[in-house]
């Protein structure tokens, strides 16, 4: 195949083809090829998603009540916010409206997920990107621990607690089993923190590890675990008896303070590890600006966290809603999630059948059979043994999303420059981010980049961890002035159902825009259509050759070594990629 | 074993003629049997569906455990009882034996069948006489005592024995196979209760045919459950 | 390759040799042991390398991983840096496509028939194999190979267990739980969706420190931790004796924390160890926060009826339907013919009566 140029990209398959299957440090299964040109420069790149479980086949004929658990189970690292988007669809569809404090807690449990999810991506999944650990242990650990003072007030911080640590590092690495760290690509050119640098991240990643599970614990108190918890149609299953006998069998003033503890130590861990984390490691980067792909062209967000419950319109929104496309920053589109002419599904590249491919379907009429076929004229290997995908042919389980006919790139990056671009509605946005960029020294421009992709990340970390707090204080406000209301039950009995409905649920998922559309017939779900974040910024070519986000973000990226992956794996973990959300 | 079929009965079943067919211990068991089914249907409705909540502090009520517990004693009572109902189909005399055994191969006995069939159809004028069970009569009770209610006694203690834990009689014998058979432990719930509207069916139209061929049939029926003996009229 | 002892790399992590016998007889108490086996851990510890352990993917959500990562005791962190050597697992490794690989076939050389295999996730059988594609060919194949050599397997969750979400009727992909597919190597189940974080790490310590897999159940299940149902630990179940059940979502009875089981809890069919080990450090477990159990350690909860019904619908019929649905249906269809019958029954007997007496007896 030739070149051909689209979204303001010149794709050409003609270099070196180099495979990475499969993406490690990611949920599910990835695998990405690209074509090099003769200076180790990506010049084509081809992403697929290498997984499906059919999740929108098996829920055809069950009861809407219970979709909230079956699509939860889409993915344990976004965990909770499908059964969110799920219960709010069936909601829409059947027309119930939920109290007060079940809105509050769906907004805390949301919020929880976001800086638990962001948190762990930064430190577990993206970090190993930019933090060499093998370096650490050259680090001294007392200029470590001036540059963690300089930086932060984090009191865990002496030169004692660092060289412990590269202590308990050096035998690890010096007893020859590196465990997750094996085969790593330590000591590439392309990492560029200092020793210190990097012993202080590697310390963090640990701290981190042990931190994470307390952030959860709110999901826990709310909805009985995490990974996993517990949703309900109409509201949420926890009860509220701060006063009675038998408090002790619901949510109660000693789990209200359990939460308080949690939300406030999650802000602190935020503020003041993971922000002065993500400064250094950046300001080490900077020269490093590339991976924007879409993200300054084509990018939207369907906004969450209402503030009153059961207004799901752009101004009760505390996360931004709309879209952006062809660059053009000055105007913010809505979005109508109804409308059929403007989210719609094409699979002229994926694997899946439809009657008429020419056209895309809207989620409420959306199909899903699958169809497995690699074959194209530039296919190598046979069905069961892939040397090199056809991209000319149908070639990921990903479908394509597209937003009036353009592929979109959704995520924290989107929805903090959704918010920059509105300061009147989001004024804490633009003030963190023009810290931030002030910081660094940076253009705001330099946001549309793997690392701005990054950094969006922490900050709406920050901002969420602080939104906690607020919908924390208003969730007690509301209980002060006597309201203990959890559930709406009216319509719990699906004989008060209409014979026929249908809705749509939409959250901002960690990864970006997330919206489940249902039918209901019957009292039985007809059909169920998610378009998921990973869907659109993994999305595969459509039929006009447009690219996807992930494609696009790997463009023109030169390689340090072109046997190893390290900036194609930077790029492609700064969106964060979940597969098992893709495909579903 | 053996199961008489008609061709020694014609003499019997002379009008007026009485025979003893049901000895003590058969009609003994098959009136505590009914009691015990009785209990266990209803007790076992309220398991799955409970009553309304009772108010009080939970360790002053007992409700839910005293209706397991109900069903529990009467389970005991249904499965020591088929027991040893068993156990008489071996020392009784040939009568007792009719409930643990088809006569399949007997063509006499397909014959009766269809003839009862049509009797019950209205299609047959005349009723046939019979010294034990009627072959459509001993036809349900053999599906819906002798094959359901082991069913009942096999998953109903393998249930049991989940909750008397490891350790316990029925859980080696019965929880410790009958889960995993049946994969997981809702489905034998799920089964035991379907099996359990069986019976209930078989239990309804049971007493309405022992009433039915008690005024319809040239026999006694429920004063032979009572006193053990066949008396035929014309 | 250097090949440590448990014992070695405490101590070099700085752990002094008092500490260590703590940590033993700690762990001796937290599996439930007596404390006379403190030294049987201390020696086995002090003699047996870091076992490699592989951890695959196939068709899953990532949360039994999400999961174990929560362990609260033994911290994840301590549990991956120290007791044994997490060599593979996508989700965490720096490498990534044939760096990544190659890890495999090494471990697979150097530790031949030593490695523990952890899966999470399950293969999907139809167009074959390829609806969980790793590294350019089924992921079945990859796990057959990686079992092949393998010391012992552990299924985590739902999905290796018993097949989970996407073995759902119908079952799109056939996903197929590991042990339908690995016949020959001894398979610890770990079910739930996912497992508590701490009985993930309570077992991968049960079977380093004692160099044995735990005791099994028939249905390959550990049974210090699947040995009884919810239902027989929770602290709801004086409200259940008594007859005290939460009717409707937020009721008083809801407030008050009655029992769940009219709410469809399946508390009482369900083998796990939540309402005793509880959830995320023991903070709470689904039925402590409001909602019934679903049944989630169970084998294809998914097509057990719904969540919010007692008695579950039954889909072998067809139909949607219950045991009291088709049940009571026939029963009423019995008793309605009963009676009609009896009514025809009489009128036949009234019209004819006399006759038949006559005619009757040959
Ligand atoms: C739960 C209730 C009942 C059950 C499960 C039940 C079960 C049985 C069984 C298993 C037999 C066969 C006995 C044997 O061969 O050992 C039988 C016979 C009989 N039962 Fe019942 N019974 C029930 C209630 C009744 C009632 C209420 C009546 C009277 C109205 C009744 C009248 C009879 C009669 C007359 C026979 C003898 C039938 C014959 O001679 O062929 N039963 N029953
Ligand atoms: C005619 C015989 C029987 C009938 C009609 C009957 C009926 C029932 C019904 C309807 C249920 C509720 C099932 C559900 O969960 O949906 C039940 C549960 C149960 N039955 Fe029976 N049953 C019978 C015999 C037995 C026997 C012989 C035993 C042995 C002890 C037994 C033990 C149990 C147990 C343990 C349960 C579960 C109780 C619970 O979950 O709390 N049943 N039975
Ligand atoms: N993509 C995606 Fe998710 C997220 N965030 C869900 O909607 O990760 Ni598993
Ligand atoms: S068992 Fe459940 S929790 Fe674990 S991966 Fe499967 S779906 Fe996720
Ligand atoms: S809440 Fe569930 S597990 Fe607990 S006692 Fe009630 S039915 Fe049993
Ligand atoms: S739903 Fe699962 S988490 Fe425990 S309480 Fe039930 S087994
Ligand atoms: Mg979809």
């Known amino acids: 195949m030739s070149a051909y140029e689209t979204q303001g990209f010149k794709l050409d398959n003609s270099g070196k083809r180099v495979v990475v299957d499969p993406v490690c440090r990611i949920e599910g299964h990835l695998r990405v090829e690209v074509n090099l040109d003769s200076n180790n420069v990506i010049r084509n790149a081809v992403s697929t998603g290498t997984m499906w479980r059919g999740l929108e086949v098996i829920l055809k004929g069950r009861d809407p009540r219970d979709a909230w658990a079956f699509t939860e189970r889409i993915c344990g690292v ?327 006919g353009n592929a979109m790139e959704v995520g924290p990056l989107s929805r903090m420059v959704l918010g920059y671009l509105q300061p009147k509605q989001y004024p804490i946005i633009k003030d963190t981010i023009d810290g931030v960029l002030h910081k660094l020294d940076l253009p705001v421009t330099a946001l549309f980049s793997t690392l701005g992709r990054t950094a969006a990340r922490g900050i709406e970390a920050l901002y969420c961890a602080d939104l906690q707090v607020q919908q924390f204080d208003k969730l007690m406000a509301n209980l002060k002035a006597g309201d203990t209301s959890t559930a709406n039950v009216d319509k719990w009995d699906p004989s008060k ?45 459509d039929a006009k050759g447009q690219i996807g986000a992930f494609e696009a973000s790997l463009m023109n990226t030169p390689l340090a070594k072109a046997d190893q992956p390290l900036e194609i794996l930077r790029t492609l973990h700064s969106f964060d990629p979940c597969l098992a959300c893709s495909t579903h | 074993m053996s199961v008489t079929t008609q061709d020694d009965e014609s003499a019997i079943t002379a009008a007026g003629n009485s025979v003893y067919v049901y000895e003590a211990p058969v009609r003994a068991w098959h009136w505590i049997n009914a009691l015990s089914i009785v209990t266990l249907a209803i007790t076992g409705w309220f398991i799955a569906s409970p009553l309304p909540s009772v108010s009080g502090e939970a360790s002053e009520n007992f409700l839910m455990g005293y209706i397991r517990f109900t069903h529990f004693v009467a389970g005991y009572v249904f499965a020591i009882g088929l027991l040893v109902r068993l156990y008489w189909a071996f020392v009784g005399n040939h009568h007792a034996r009719q409930l643990f055994l088809l006569p399949v191969t007997d063509g006499n006995w397909w014959a009766g069948l269809l003839q009862e069939i049509r009797w019950y159809a209205f299609l047959e004028k005349y009723p046939k006489k019979y010294v034990g069970h009627n072959p459509l009569g001993h036809l349900f009770m053999y599906f819906a005592i002798t094959l359901s209610g082991t069913f009942l006694i096999v998953t109903g203690f393998a249930l049991y024995g989940e909750g008397a834990q490891e350790g316990h009689w029925s859980h080696w014998l019965f929880t410790s196979w009958v889960i995993p058979l049946f994969g997981q432990s809702q489905t034998v719930h799920t089964w035991h209760h379907l099996v359990a509207w069986g019976v209930v069916c078989f239990v309804i139209i049971h007493v309405y045919t022992a009433i039915r061929e008690d005024i319809m049939s040239r026999q006694t029926m429920i004063s032979a459950m009572i006193d053990g003996k066949r008396t035929f009229r014309e | ?211 044995r897999i735990p005791e099994l159940d028939r249905q390959g299940r550990p049974k210090m931790f699947y040995g009884q149902r919810i239902h027989d630990k929770c602290y709801r179940r004086p409200h259940f004796d008594a007859g005290q059940f939460v009717e409707e979502w937020d009721d008083e009875a809801a407030r008050k924390g009655y029992c769940l089981y009219k709410m469809g809890c399946k508390g009482p069919t369900t083998y796990n160890a939540c309402s005793t080990v509880r959830w995320n450090g023991g903070v709470s477990f689904p039925i402590q926060s409001g909602h019934g159990c679903i049944g989630c350690s169970e084998e294809g909860f998914w097509d057990k009826g719904g969540f919010y019904n007692r008695v579950t619908d039954i889909k072998q019929f067809g139909v949607e339907s219950n045991a ?34 006559n005619k009757g007896g040959k």
Not at chain 1, 114 to 127: G, K
Not at chain 1, 194 to 203: D, F, G, H, I, S
Not at chain 3, 324 to 330: A, S
């Open chain 1, 78 to 404: 976004c965990t909770g916010t499908h059964a969110l988007t799920s219960v709010r669809a069936v909601e829409d569809a059947l027309d119930i409206q939920i109290p007060e404090n079940a809105n509050t807690i769906r907004n805390l449990m949301q919020l929880n997920l976001y800086v638990h999810d962001h948190l762990v991506h930064f430190y577990h999944l993206h970090a190993l990107d930019w933090v060499d650990v093998v370096s650490a242990l050259k680090a001294d650990p007392k200029k470590t621990s001036e540059l963690a003072q300089s930086i932060s007030s984090w009191p865990l911080s002496s030169p004692g607690y660092f060289r412990d640590v590269q202590n308990r590092l050096k035998k690890f690495v010096e007893s020859g089993q590196l465990g997750p760290f094996s085969n790593g690509y330590w000591g590439s050119p392309a990492y560029k923190l200092p020793p210190e640098a990097n012993l202080m991240a590697v310390t963090h990643y640990l701290e981190a590890l042990d931190f994470q599970k307390e952030i959860v614990k709110v999901h826990t108190i709310f909805g009985g675990k995490n990974p996993h918890p517990n949703w309900l149609v109409g509201g949420v299953p926890c009860a509220i008896n701060v006063n009675d006998t038998g408090a002790v069998g619901a949510i109660n003033m000693e789990r209200l303070n359990l939460i308080k503890s949690i939300i406030d130590r999650s802000k602190e861990f935020v503020e003041q590890v993971y922000i002065p984390d993500l400064l250094a490691i950046a300001s080490f980067y900077k020269g490093w600006g590339y991976g924007g792909g879409l993200s300054s062209k084509n990018f939207m967000s369907y906004g969450d966290i209402p503030q009153r419950a059961n207004d799901y319109t752009a101004s009760n929104l505390l996360l931004p809603r709309g879209a952006v496309i062809n660059g053009d920053l000055s105007k913010i589109h809505e979005i109508d999630l109804r409308n059929p002419d403007e989210i719609q599904e094409f699979v002229n590249h994926s694997w899946y059948k439809y009657a008429d491919e020419s056209k895309g379907l809207h989620p409420w009429d959306g199909v899903t059979e699958a169809n497995y076929h690699p074959e194209g004229p530039n296919f190598k290997g046979t069905r069961t043994r892939i040397e090199a995908l056809d991209e000319s042919a149908k070639y990921s389980w990903i479908k394509a999303p597209r937003w009036k």
């Open chain 3, 1 to 211: 390759m250097s090949t440590e002892t448990f014992y070695e790399v405490m101590r070099r992590q700085g752990i002094s040799r008092r500490s260590f016998l703590k940590f033993c007889s700690l762990t001796a108490a937290s599996l439930g042991l007596a404390p006379t086996m403190a030294p049987q851990i201390a020696h086995a510890m002090e003699t047996k390398p870091r076992t490699p352990v592989i951890w695959l993917h196939g068709l899953e959500c990532t949360c039994c991983s999400e999961s174990f990562i929560r362990s609260a005791h033994p911290l994840a962190k301590d549990v991956v840096l120290s007791m044994l050597s997490l060599d593979y697992d996508d989700t965490l490794m720096a490498a990534a496509g044939h760096q990544a690989e190659a890890i495999i076939d090494e471990i697979k050389k150097k530790y031949k028939g030593n490695y523990i295999l952890a899966v999470e996730g399950n293969p999907p059988l139809n167009e074959d194999g390829m609806f969980c594609i790793h590294g350019g060919r089924p992921f079945v194949e990859v796990l057959k190979e990686t079992a092949a050599d393998a010391k012992a397997i552990i299924s985590w969750g739902a999905c290796a267990s018993w097949g989970c979400v996407q073995a759902a009727k119908p079952n799109p992909t056939r996903a197929t739980p590991v042990h339908k597919v690995i016949t020959d190597k001894p398979i610890i189940k770990v079910p739930g969706c996912p497992p508590i974080a701490e009985v993930m790490t309570a077992v991968v310590t049960y079977m380093l420190t004692f160099d």
């Open chain 1, 497 to 541: 159902w209409p014979a026929e409905a249908k809705g749509v649920g939409f959250t901002e998922a960690p990864r970006g825009a997330l919206g489940h559309w249902i039918k209901v017939k019957d009292t039985k779900i007809d059909n169920y259509q998610c378009v998921v974040p990973t869907t659109w910024n993994g999305s595969p070519r």
């Open chain 3, 324 to 357: 009291d649905k088709v049940g009571g249906t026939i029963a009423g269809i019995a008793g309605a013919a009963v009676v009609a019958h009896a009514a025809v029954s009489a009128l036949t007997k009234a019209r004819g009566g006399k006759e038949d007496q």
